[in-house]
């Protein structure tokens, strides 16, 4: 096999498989590099006991926490990473969010881009993962130049009561925008069947928009574009001058091989990214590739995440759960007047995600009947950068300090969340409780990861520059969530997508 290419892309899920659909029209001949495999279709797919007991489908090594713990990070290698098990909630970060906000836990900084910079990579980036939406109802919406590309997902009818008693109540809920194949004009035509397995599980008939399905395969086939899977770079081998990338060190298989490219382009997630500049020092990068402004692997962030189930005595039979959103507390309310967060349905809740968490809670006939009667809401807070909260490689252990930060608005969101459901009766009183089940969401729960690799103009402060390409390497780019200042209180993956068409943008114009 030649083991020289225009172009090397290393990880194929959000951000790797978006760079690999803008950059497959270059013509330059394009390697890819996954060091999972494609993911199996199997009734497994759809086992809430196979996805939520035992976690199939998260194959990620050891971890250590900050205290020397072990533990089992929740991701995933394959080939469209994360978005293989992603919830396909597709969010723009608001206007503010790229701007300088002060929250009570501190300041979240300013980006060196704008909005209206991301703007028509937003665009784009939402009709390569077909998301389906409703402008103007979301009071924190950014503008956008066009229209969502398919019509929103409609409410099953509890979520419609519950949408029509929000809005008498004077809130403001939205369609939650979402990036599935689904066509409810015509169910006939339509390859997602809104099924109770989405969020969280693999979708076994391939309705998902996922990286797998939206980028890499359509990108296969072409005569220029190779894909190796089972094939976990290793290491960034540098020149004799340190200034760019002069091999990719690869185990194909468990076999070591070398491959060379003019552009390196990096998308193996926040975590592993960092890791792998980590385990790539050499004499000119001695604290790992492009470090000089000590920044790798540090502000790590991956919000604040709750899941809360109100209880209710009445049913709840909603099948695809996951079609509203709520809004009006993310930047503070009239009682607090910093950012809260944002809160989104999740997919429904059964028996065996509920005994996911509690195995000992209830026999499962009990835990049938609670989750027969809960409306799930996931809760957002974001996470402010913090140079401690770091991915650090010590005598080859990975680990991942993380301290939480700005608690108190994520506090706040939860009790101002469980007051509107109380208000919106969606909670009744039992026995003179409400009665929630939920958890917040723990280390392991990375799925939000971002911000290990900061980009900026100024490379003292900063690993990235504003092309996402490293200060200090010409040839050697990154287009995971490690590129984020701050995260906001949305989920990742749309910006991840948007950012990673950008680059994609630019490397072509800088090789043509
Ligand atoms: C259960 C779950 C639900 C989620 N729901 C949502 C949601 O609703 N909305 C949303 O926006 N986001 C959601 N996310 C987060 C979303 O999946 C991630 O933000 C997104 O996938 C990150 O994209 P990425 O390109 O940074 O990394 P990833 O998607 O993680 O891709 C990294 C890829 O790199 C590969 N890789 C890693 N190291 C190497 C190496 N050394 N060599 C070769 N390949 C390598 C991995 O195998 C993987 O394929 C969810 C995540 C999870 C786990
Ligand atoms: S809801 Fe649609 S996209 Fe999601 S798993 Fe079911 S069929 Fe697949």
């Not at 803008?22 to 759809?46: A, Q």
């Not at 909670?427 to 280390?443: A, V």
């Amino acid at each position: 096999m030649n083991h020289k290419f225009d172009i090397i892309i290393i990880g194929t899920g959000a951000g790797g498989g978006a760079v690999l659909d803008t950059l497959k029209h270059s013509g330059k001949r394009i390697l890819v590099l996954e060091r999972g495999t494609f993911m199996l279709r199997e009734k497994e797919n759809w086992d809430a006991v196979e996805v939520f007991q035992k976690g199939r489908y998260h194959n990620a090594e050891d971890f250590y926490d900050d205290k020397g713990e072990k533990f089992q990070p929740e991701m995933g290698y394959w080939v469209g990473g994360n978005t293989k098990v992603y919830g396909a909630a597709m969010f723009r970060l608001r206007e503010q969010d790229f701007k300088r906000t002060q929250h009570s836990g501190g300041v979240s900084p300013e980006w060196p881009l704008t909005y209206a910079d991301f703007e028509p990579y937003y665009t784009k980036a939402e009709k390569l993962f077909n998301v389906h939406g409703q402008r103007g109802l979301d009071p924190t919406e950014p503008y956008m130049s066009e229209d969502y590309p398919n019509p929103p997902i409609s409410h099953e009818p509890v979520i419609q009561d519950l949408y029509e008693r929000m809005k008498a109540l004077g809130y403001q809920p939205s369609y939650l925008p979402m990036g599935l194949r689904l066509n409810e004009a015509n169910r006939l035509n339509s390859e997602c069947i809104r099924c109770d397995t989405c969020d969280g599980f693999p979708c076994l008939i391939h309705a998902k928009a996922d990286a797998d399905i939206n980028c890499v395969r359509p990108a296969m086939g072409r005569a220029q574009v190779t894909l190796l899977t089972n094939a976990q770079a290793t290491r960034l081998i540098t020149s004799a001058s340190g200034n760019e990338i002069k091999s990719v060190e690869v185990e194909v298989n468990g076999v070591k091989q070398e491959f060379s490219a003019d552009v390196v382009v990096v998308a193996c997630g926040a975590i592993n990214s960092s890791l792998l500049f980590l385990q790539s020092a050499n004499d000119k990068h001695p604290n790992g590739l492009a470090n000089q402004s000590d920044q790798l692997g540090r502000n790590f962030m991956k919000h604040q995440n709750a899941a809360i189930m109100a209880l209710s005595r009445h049913e709840n039979p909603t099948v695809f759960q996951k079609t509203m959103a709520v809004a009006d507390f993310y930047f503070g309310d009239k009682e607090y007047e910093y950012p809260m967060g944002h809160v989104q349905l999740m997919g429904k809740s059964n028996k065996h995600m509920l005994a996911a968490d509690a195995p000992k809670l209830a026999p499962g006939f009990v835990l049938e009947e609670i989750a027969g009667h809960t409306i799930d809401w996931w809760l957002t807070s974001e996470d402010l950068p913090d140079p401690n909260n770091r991915i650090e490689l010590k005598k080859g252990k990975k680990i991942i300090n993380y301290t939480p930060n700005n608690e108190e608005a994520f506090q706040r969101l939860q009790s101002r969340w469980k007051a509107v459901l109380q208000e919106c009766e969606v909670c009744d009183t039992i026995l003179d409780h409400q009665f929630y089940l939920g958890k917040t969401i723990p280390l392991a729960g990375v799925a939000h990861q971002n911000g290990t690799m900061r980009f900026g103009p100024d490379p003292k402060t900063s690993v990235l520059d504003l092309n996402c390409k490293t200060h200090e390497i010409d040839n050697l780019y990154v287009v995971d969530g490690s590129f984020f200042v701050s995260c906001g209180a949305v989920n990742p993956s749309l910006t991840i997508i948007a950012n990673a068409i950008r680059v994609g943008e630019h490397i072509i114009d800088r090789m043509s």
